[in-house]
């Protein structure tokens, strides 16, 4: 299960249930992927065919909505 938890653009975000335990954020649009990890900081893990315009924008979102996106893994991971 990869629950969406947010969607901007041509980007959606979003957890997979069974994998490592460390909070992190997946991102997909048609382009490519990405994994940032949310915690201690924001950080890239890795990338697939996006350029560097479109993970700059990624991260800033990433950034801004990073509580969030932990009080939803949180719930999420809590079930």
Not at 19 to 45: C, N, Q, Y
């Amino acid at each position: 299960m990869s629950p969406t938890i947010y969607r901007e653009g041509p980007f959606r975000f979003f957890f997979n249930s069974r994998e490592e335990s460390r909070m992190h954020v997946h991102i997909s649009s048609s382009d490519g992927t990405a994994k940032f990890w949310l915690e201690p900081i924001v950080a890239l893990d890795h990338f697939y065919r996006l350029n560097t315009k479109e993970l700059s924008k990624i991260e800033r979102i990433v950034q801004e909505r990073r509580d969030e996106f932990i009080a939803r893994w949180n719930q999420h991971f809590s079930q």
